[in-house]
């Protein structure tokens, strides 16, 4: 079996890596879809999708940054919905930060449409620490073969599910333990669940004939693109930033729900 797919990683401004070793991370995407037997376009941004996306059934993105404006959004929902399938990795929930009033450095997120879209919007996430993952949803294609929890070392996302239809990943955090003053500002922590301590990590939104997978695991950096000031100690015991940060990429479990999204991104819509 064979497909065509559109893989879309990098950071903003263009040519940026946004604190990513994107180069890393689109090789590893390439690497993946080749031995899925994909024909792939890469970019990095979501521009010129109308093009790309006429002769694709698979979209995968790992940005940090980008993000599809209004149009590119509708766009995206109406190939959703003839059958199209998107595999959304870690800093596609993002997008464009606002800076704060204050005129302090700290920026917070602006909610837009394709958030909607998604199904999911990002808030902040503490330093990087380990943390134990609980899959949701077992029988789904993109957890065959997998534990019904792992921990893994990463950035935790603090994320908003919106519309979303079932929830896939999740961890328990019962509060942001960010130093005051790390990382994005937001007003209200609408990540948290109604039992006071669950965030998901992962979530799906069924559109039309198709649907969108969205995970929030995926950092990474190396030397010249790390921007983490520290991280917490259950990854460096005197809170030193690793100089290359592999993390859920050196985490059998992460590439397997990466590899099995490849094989979800075959299946007949």
Known sequence: MSGRAHLVVGGFPIGSNAGHDMDFVRIQLLQMLYRHRFHTTVAQDFSSLDERLQSA??????????????????????????????????????GRAKRLSDASNRREMVRL??????????????????????VEVGE????????????????LYLVEPIGVDNPLLSTELVEDPSPPGFGFHYT?????????????????????????????????????????PFVDSSVNEDGTTPT????????????????NAMDWGQTAA
């Open 113 to 134: 449409p394709h958030h909607d879209l998604l199904g999911a919007y990002f808030l902040n996430h503490p330093p990087v620490r380990r943390f134990k993952v609980r």
């Open 244 to 259: 290359t940060f592999r993390g859920p990429w050196s985490n059998d479990h992460f590439l397997k729900i990466v590899e």
């Open 57 to 94: 059934d698979f979209l995968v993105s790992y940005v940090a940054g980008p993000y599809p404006n209004d149009d590119q959004t509708r766009l995206l929902e109406q190939w959703l919905s003839d059958g199209g399938k998107w595999f959304a990795l870690h800093g596609t929930s993002g």
């Open 140 to 155: 789904h294609a993109l957890f065959r073969g997998l534990p019904s929890e792992f921990e893994v070392e990463d950035e």
């Open 188 to 228: 209200e922590d609408t990540s948290i669940q109604s039992d006071g301590k669950t965030r998901f990590l992962g979530t799906e939104r069924l559109v039309g004939k198709g649907a969108v997978c969205y995970v929030a695991l995926g950092h990474t950096h190396s030397p010249s693109t790390n921007m983490q």
